[in-house]
Each structure stands twice: as structure tokens, then as C-alpha cells.
């Protein structure tokens, strides 16, 4: 009997395009487990990059680089990551759905500000194996806006778990590793999954990418941080939910505290002229949002 491997990816294809059921507008804030769910045949990674020159390979990482570490380092993830899975979702960036002008490098369905594209793709059931269909995928207007709309499904999680994927934030891991392996189950069912993730990550040594969380934490030269002993602050009643911002100052996504509860605080930092307290290793509070305790 032939023996079949399959992937089911959160958002992946399979050459002609990827498969991930989002059918909410790029603005939502959450979606339900079912929409982030997809099947492809997980046939032959490693012999479809052997065709591929190594020329075009390393075109491609430095093409994906930049987009996957301004993503990843607002949304306090890891660009290794995020490539390997643009890498093995897009097939090195031969799907349709990731070339110009879909931009789509993760196979995400639906629209994004109100743009799709129907593309043809293989998709996977108990009752029916595989079989061809037709779907509209999000249309991107670039590469970026494509890797930033998956980091923050990453931050958000889904519908009734905002921490759904937390295991792949860098706050939540020790290394690229935790990560892979917290996305096995939960973005993909394929037991080789995280396996072939850090395998791309160490061919081609895509952790480079990542820093060290200091250097990520000191990101911006013009930043100044003060280290302090652990202190409390305690999250005004009146300002609602307080955000949470990565090391750049940027509002993490799906991140809140509620009012009138106490936090401890490691660290001062000015960012862009702001007052930042440490919370943890990616997210950070704005003074004016609390009271310091002691």
C-alpha cells in the first residue's frame, strides 16, 4: 500500500496555493480554531530544494529577511521562524498565491481590506482524501503587509483563546525551538512539522536573523533603559484595558491589562521620548498608564 504524508499547515499550500480559512477581515481580532486550519501533502521539501539553485534560495531568504524581522520584532516573535514557514508554505515563493501581486507568502484565505484572489488548491478530508478545489486567498498590496498580518494572528490567537499560540512568542521560549515545537498540534498535524521547520532554520542558518532578546530588547540605538530592582505598579482604574508594547514601542496586538490590578516591573526605559516599565521580556508598559506602587 502507497504510504501518504500530509502537513495541515495553518497556512499553507500546496505549489498552486495555500489553504487557511480566514473569512474575517484583516481587522479582526480574533478567529475561531476551524478558520485557522488547512491539509497539504507534505511531499517533497527536501527534493524540491535540491532543484532550486542555491543562488535562488539565498535570493529568496535575503528577499523574505527584512519583512519577516520587522514582523517578527513588533509582535515579539522569531524571524527564523516566520521564514522557515514562508519557505516551506510557499515552496520558496513559487506558489501563485505568494507571487506578485498576491503577495500571500502563508496561503491565508479570505480578503484582506477587502481584497481576494480565487486561486485553485488541493485540500483534504476523512470522507474524500484529496481533492482539487477552488478558494479565494487574501490578496496582499506587499510582501510586509503580508508577514505582519501573520504575526499578529500569532499574537491573537483565536476566537476564545488570545493565547492560542503564545508558545511561539519570544517571551514565552527559550529559542526558535519552543517555538516549533509549540506549533506542532496547533498550526500543523503533521508529526515531522516542527522537525522540518528546524531543519530549514539550520541549513540555512536562518537564526542569524534572530539576535539575542538583549540586542532585540535595545533594538532602537536612541532608546535608553535604566535597570532598576523589581518595583509594583498598579494599572489606573480609570484608562480601561492598559496595551502592551513591544521593545519598540509599538502596541502588541490582542495584549491587555485590566485596570486596578498590580504588576511587577523591572526595568525603565525611554522610548521615542516615552516612559516605558518592564513587565517582561517582550512587553512593556507605558508609565502614564500606571502608578508606581514602591
Known amino acids: 500500500m502507497k504510504t501518504k ?13 495555500g489553504s487557511l480559512l480566514l473569512s474575517q477581515p484583516a481587522q479582526a481580532a480574533s478567529h475561531s480554531k476551524s478558520e485557522l486550519t488547512t491539509v497539504t501533502k507534505s511531499s517533497s521539501l527536501a527534493d524540491f530544494s535540491a532543484k532550486l539553485p542555491l543562488a535562488t534560495q539565498e ?18 516573535l522569531y ?35 477587502g481584497a481576494g484572489v480565487a486561486l485553485a488548491t488541493s485540500e483534504w478530508s476523512a470522507e474524500h482524501d484529496f481533492y482539487q478545489t477552488n478558494a479565494t486567498f487574501r490578496k ?93 505598579v498598579k494599572a489606573r482604574a480609570d484608562q480601561g484595558r492598559i496595551n502592551l508594547y513591544s521593545p519598540l514601542g509599538v502596541a502588541l496586538p490582542g495584549r491587555h491589562l485590566n485596570p486596578n490590578t498590580t504588576y511587577s516591573c523591572s526595568e525603565v526605559r525611554y522610548i521615542n521620548g516615552q516612559k516605558f516599565y518592564r513587565l517582561a521580556a517582550y512587553e512593556w508598559l507605558q508609565a502614564t498608564d500606571v502608578e508606581v506602587l514602591s
Not at 490567537?157 to 529559542?175: C, L, M
Not at 521547520?197 to 540605538?221: E, M, P, T
Open 140 to 232: 496582499y498590496p506587499n510582501m510586509a503587509a503580508s508577514f505582519q498580518d501573520y504575526a499578529q494572528i500569532l499574537r491573537q490567537g483565536i476566537a476564545g483563546d488570545p493565547n492560542y499560540y503564545r508558545g511561539t512568542w519570544r517571551q514565552s521560549t527559550t529559542s526558535y525551538r519552543d517555538a516549533t515545537a509549540w506549533l506542532q498540534g496547533r498550526y500543523a498535524t503533521d508529526p515531522d512539522y516542527a522537525a522540518k521547520l528546524n531543519r530549514l532554520i539550520k541549513n540555512y542558518q536562518l537564526n542569524k536573523y534572530d539576535g539575542s532578546d538583549a540586542a532585540a530588547n535595545a533594538a532602537v540605538s536612541s532608546n535608553s533603559s535604566t535597570n532598576a530592582a523589581s518595583f509594583k
Open 59 to 76: 535570493q529568496f531568504i535575503n528577499k523574505i529577511a527584512p519583512a519577516a524581522q520587522k514582523a517578527a520584532q513588533t509582535n515579539g
Open 79 to 113: 524571524p527564523s521562524v516566520m521564514m522557515a514557514q514562508a519557505i516551506l508554505e510557499s515552496n520558496w515563493g513559487t506558489s501563485t498565491a505568494s507571487q506578485a501581486p498576491n503577495y500571500n507568502f502563508f496561503g491565508i484565505k479570505g480578503n484582506y481590506a
Open 5 to 17: 504524508k500530509w502537513t495541515l499547515p495553518l497556512l499553507v499550500s500546496f505549489l498552486a496555493a
